[in-house]
C-alpha cells in the first residue's frame, strides 16, 4: 500500500524516481507525484490514475532536479485527485508519506486556528505544516523534524525534501518500512528493497521509530529517543529482473507458473532428505512446551490459516484458535501461558497483523512469523522465524505467497506432531516424501491450464459464483472466491459444502455457477451429494477432482478440471492451481486489470 523513494543524486532524478514507482505498482495506489529540488525551488508534479498519467504531466513539464522524491498512493483519507496526491508541500519543505496520522483532525484544527492554509484532505498535510512551522521558527531541518515526530500518533514512513537544502532528504518510520540505500556518491530512501534494486544493492532496514538524515555522503541514523544509532548495512538480494514479466502476459500468470520452483526452493529450507525428517530454523524454546496456537492473519493468508488448523489438530492434536487480524485484539482474547501465536503474512508488514503479534507478545506469547520477507518488522520480533521462498510477488492478488505459506505450515505441522509424539519415523518418512513430490504434482495441476482457459468464457458472464468444498477443501472454495472477486470484480463466496442446505442453496439457479473441490477421500461421497442437491435446483457445476472422483460425478457437469491424485497433506497446494487459474483466465475474459485490480493493495500498511 503506497510506494515511496527519494533520492539524493549526482545526476537528474526525476526520471529514476519515476522507475522506482513503477516497482512498487505492485503494492497498489491510485495517484502519484514527485517532487524535485533545484536551484532553492520545490518542482512538483502530480497525476490521479495511473503512473502513466504521471509520466505524461512529467513530459509536459519536465521537474529538473537532482535530489527529490516520489510516491504512489493508495486514498485512505480524501479522495483519488491531485490535489490529495502526494507529494504535499509548503513554502519550506516537501513530503510523501505511507500510512495514516491517527490523530490528524486535533493537529488539524490547531494548526488552521494558528493560521495555516491546508490544500487537500489528507492527513499527511497536517505534517508537512507541522514540520514547515518548526523551520519558520528558526530550527534546523533536522531538529523540526525531530519536534514534530513525538506528535504524531498512528503509522508512518516519511520522506522529506526542503526547499533551502538541495544535498539532503529526512526519513522516518514508524509501523511503517522504510529502507536506506547506499550508492556511489549517492544516497536513496524507499519503501522497500525493490524499489531500490536498480539503484543499489547495499541497503539498511531502519527499526520502528527511527529517523534518518540523507546526504550524498551518506546517511545519519536516529533511534526513537533522538540518539545516533548504526543500523547494519546488507546486501539486498532483490533484483531489478524480479519485476519482469518476461514471456507471460501478467505477473500473476508468470507467478502461478513459478509456483513448481519456488515451493520446491521452500521445502528445501525444512526438509533433510538424507534422513527424511522435518526441521525447523534454529530456536530457543521447546515446542513440546507449547498447549496452544493462536493463528492470526489476513485474507489469503488468513485462509493458509484454516488449512494449517486442520494439520495442527488432526497430526499434533494440538488445539488451534484463529482470527483475521484486524478483529484478534477487538475481542479481547485469553491467551493462556505456554502457548504459541503464529502470524502469517506475504510482507510481514501488515498493519493488523503486526499490532496483534505485538498484543500476543506483550501476553507472553511465544512468537512464530511465517513471512516472505525476512528482514520485514514481523520477522524482526519473532521468537520462531520461518521464511517462505517465493521471491518478489507483484501481482496484488496472491498465488505463489500462499502456496509456499502452505508448503511451510505443512512442514510445521509435521514437525510439532514429531515433537508431540504424534507421529511415528515410518509416519514422518511418508509425509516428507509427499511433500517432496509436491512441486511434480503442480507442474501437472498447471497442465491442464489451457482447458481451464477454455472453460473461461463459461463463467465471465455470470454475476454470482459459489465455491464449495469440505475439509481442508473448505479453505480452498474461500481462497478460490476471493480471486474471482479480487480480479474479475464477480460476486463470489465460498461455504463448506455442508453448510448448502442451511441458507446459501436459496441463491441457486440457472444463472449460478458452482465450483465444486472434492477429491476422491473420506468426504468425496458426502461432497458429491451436496453438488447433487445444487444440480436438482438448476445450479451449473464446475468439479474440481481428481481421474477417480470425476469417473465417479463429473457427468452431467457444466465443466470438469481434473487434478492428480495426492495425498491430502499436499492437496491444498495443488488445488490452489486451478482456482487460481480459473479467476486469471475468467478475468483475462472480462478485460480486467489482472495484477493491478481496482481499490486493492498488495501489502495494507494501514488499520
Not at 512551522?133 to 525534501?161: N, T, W
Not at 547495499?202 to 546526504?215: A, K
Not at 511434480?440 to 497442465?447: C, F, I, K, M, R
Not at 479480487?486 to 463470489?492: L, N, P, V
Amino acid at each position: 500500500m503506497c510506494g515511496i523513494i527519494g533520492i539524493v543524486g549526482k545526476e537528474e532524478v526525476a526520471e529514476r524516481l519515476v522507475d522506482g514507482l513503477r516497482r512498487m505498482e505492485y503494492r497498489g495506489y491510485d495517484s502519484a507525484g514527485v517532487c524535485t529540488v533545484s536551484g532553492g525551488e520545490l518542482i512538483r508534479r502530480r497525476a490521479p490514475g495511473k503512473l502513466s498519467n504521471l509520466v505524461i504531466e512529467l513530459a509536459r513539464n519536465p521537474a529538473p532536479g537532482t535530489t527529490g522524491i516520489a510516491h504512489t498512493r493508495w486514498a485512505t483519507h480524501g479522495a483519488p485527485t491531485a490535489a490529495n496526491a502526494h507529494p504535499h508541500a509548503t513554502d519550506h519543505l516537501a513530503l510523501v508519506h505511507n500510512g495514516i496520522i491517527e490523530n490528524f483532525r486535533p493537529l488539524r484544527e490547531a494548526l488552521t486556528a494558528r493560521g495555516r492554509r491546508f490544500e487537500s484532505d489528507t492527513d499527511t498535510e497536517v505534517v508537512a505544516h507541522l514540520v514547515s512551522e518548526q523551520v519558520e521558527a528558526g530550527l534546523s531541518p533536522a531538529d523540526a523534524v525531530k519536534a514534530v515526530l513525538p506528535q504524531l500518533r498512528g503509522a508512518f514512513a516519511l520522506a522529506i525534501a526542503f526547499k533551502a537544502h538541495e544535498d539532503m532528504l529526512i526519513g522516518a518510520r514508524l509501523g511503517s518500512p522504510l529502507v536506506v540505500g547506499f550508492g556511489e556518491g549517492e544516497t536513496y530512501l524507499g519503501s522497500d528493497a525493490l524499489a531500490l534494486a536498480p539503484l543499489t544493492q547495499r541497503i539498511s532496514y531502519l527499526d520502528e521509530g527511527d529517523w534518518v538524515v540523507i546526504t550524498r555522503e551518506g546517511a545519519q541514523v536516529f533511534d526513537k529517543d533522538n540518539r545516533p544509532v548504526t543500523r547494519e548495512i546488507v546486501a539486498s538480494g532483490a533484483s531489478a529482473a524480479a519485476i519482469e514479466k518476461g514471456n507471460y502476459r501478467h505477473f500473476m500468470q508468470k507467478e502461478i507458473f513459478e509456483q513448481p520452483t519456488v515451493v520446491a526452493q521452500t521445502l528445501r529450507s525444512y526438509i533433510r532428505q538424507v534422513d527424511q525428517s522435518v526441521a525447523l530454523p534454529q530456536f530457543d524454546f521447546d515446542l513440546t512446551g507449547i498447549t496452544r496456537v493462536t493463528i492470526v492473519a489476513c485474507g489469503t493468508s488468513y485462509y493458509a490459516g484454516l488449512v494449517a488448523k486442520y494439520w495442527f489438530e488432526q497430526f499434533a492434536r494440538l488445539p488451534v484458535d484463529i482470527d483475521v487480524a484486524s478483529e484478534f485484539r477487538y475481542r479481547d482474547p485469553v491467551l493462556e501461558p505456554g502457548g504459541l501465536a503464529l502470524f502469517i503474512s506475504q510482507s510481514g508488514e501488515t498493519a493488523d497483523t503486526l499490532a496483534a503479534l505485538r498484543h500476543c507478545k506483550e501476553a507472553g506469547q511465544t512468537i512464530a512469523v511465517v513471512v516472505n520477507v525476512p528482514t520485514s518488522s514481523m520477522a524482526r520480533e519473532a521468537d520462531l522465524l520461518l521464511p517462505t521462498h517465493a521471491g518478489p510477488e507483484i501481482g496484488v492478488a496472491s498465488t505463489k505467497a500462499f502456496t509456499c505459506q502452505l508448503a511451510v505450515l505443512a512442514a510445521l505441522a509435521a514437525n510439532l506432531a514429531v515433537k508431540r509424539g504424534r507421529m511415528s519415523r515410518a509416519e514422518e518418512c511418508d509425509v516428507v516424501s509427499q511433500l517432496v513430490e509436491t512441486p511434480s504434482a503442480l507442474n501437472a495441476a498447471l497442465s491442464h491450464d489451457d482447458e481451464i482457459a477454455a472453460m473461461a468464457h463459461l463463467i465471465a458472464p455470470a454475476r454470482d459464483v459459489l465455491y464449495l468444498g469440505r475439509g481442508q477443501d473448505y479453505p480452498l472454495a474461500l481462497e478460490g472466491a476471493l480471486k474471482l472477486k479480487e480480479i474479475s470484480y464477480i460476486h463470489a463466496e465460498g461455504y463448506a459444502a455442508g453448510e448448502m442446505k442451511h441458507g446459501p442453496i436459496a441463491l441457486i439457479d440457472e444463472a449460478v455457477p458452482v465450483i465444486v473441490l472434492a477429491p476422491s477421500g473420506p468426504l468425496f461421497e458426502k461432497t458429491v451429494s451436496n453438488m447433487q442437491e445444487v444440480r436438482a435446483r438448476g445450479g451449473k457445476i464446475v468439479l474440481i477432482s481428481d481421474a477417480e472422483g470425476l469417473a465417479e460425478a463429473g457427468e452431467g457437469c457444466l465443466a470438469t478440471i481434473e487434478m492428480p491424485k495426492v495425498h491430502p497433506l499436499i492437496a491444498p497446494l495443488v488445488y490452489a492451481v486451478p482456482v487460481q487459474l480459473l479467476a486469471y483466465h475468467v478475468a483475462c475474459v472480462k478485460g480486467t486489470d489482472v495484477d493491478q485490480p481496482r481499490n486493492l493493495a498488495k501489502s495494507v500498511t494501514v488499520e
